[in-house]
């Protein structure tokens, strides 16, 4: 869109250039002065133009190479969605992949074929309305970050995260700093016996 936008506005310009060079063929024998200012006007509507192709050309090059396309173009062939995949080697990679039958993704990964089931249970959605599952190289299906193992085991062990993970820590003497007195103890202190 941003290159056709760019193409009409390169259309308007040649418009005015062709204007100001038959200005100039009539009044730079009359008053060199004027032709001077007229050939000076060109030269900086031209180089505002070239200016112009590269700042619509290096974001285009840019989206285009790093494939982030996912994240501006809402995709809207519903045979489409994205893959949000981490590689074995701790690299994050967005594609656009095709839809196929019972929850097939077909996409690639390094140049082969990498086929990914999605299960249906966890898709995203960005801020243009793309939807996409996340995925990763070690599985064969989607990754559900609601049944992720760790914060399942954490939710389990210490309730609500952050709420009392503290006070069981104290409770269970696991801090990594001692303190002077367990301040969340529910056990009663103990008081010295008289006499």
């Known amino acids: 869109m941003s290159m056709v936008f760019w193409v009409i506005s390169l259309v308007m310009a040649m418009v005015v250039i062709n204007y100001c060079l038959d200005l100039y063929s009539q009044i730079a024998p009359i008053n060199p002065g004027i032709g001077t200012l ?20 290096i974001p285009n090059y840019k989206i285009s190479k ?21 590689t074995k080697n701790k690299k994050l990679r967005i594609q656009i992949v095709k839809c196929g039958p019972l929850g097939q993704t077909k996409g690639l990964a390094y140049g082969d074929k990498a086929d990914v089931i999605n299960t249906g249970d966890y898709t995203v959605t960005n801020s243009v309305g793309n939807q996409a599952i996340i995925i990763n ?34 409770d269970q003497d696991k801090l990594l700093f001692k303190t002077k007195k367990k301040l969340f103890s529910k ?9």
Request: proline share 4%.
């Open 137 to 170: 190289d070690l599985l064969s299906t989607n990754v559900n970050l609601n049944e992720a193992l760790g914060l399942n085991l954490i939710q389990k062990h210490y309730g609500t995260i952050g709420f009392n993970a503290y006070e069981r820590c104290v």
């Open 187 to 195: 056990k009663p202190e103990e008081t010295p016996a008289d006499g």
């Open 38 to 57: 007229l050939m000076f006007m060109l030269f900086i509507c031209i180089f505002g133009k070239i200016f112009d192709f590269i700042a619509m050309a």
């Open 66 to 86: 790093e494939n982030l396309n996912w994240f501006i173009d809402k995709i809207s062939n519903p045979d489409y969605m994205g893959w949000i995949r981490f």
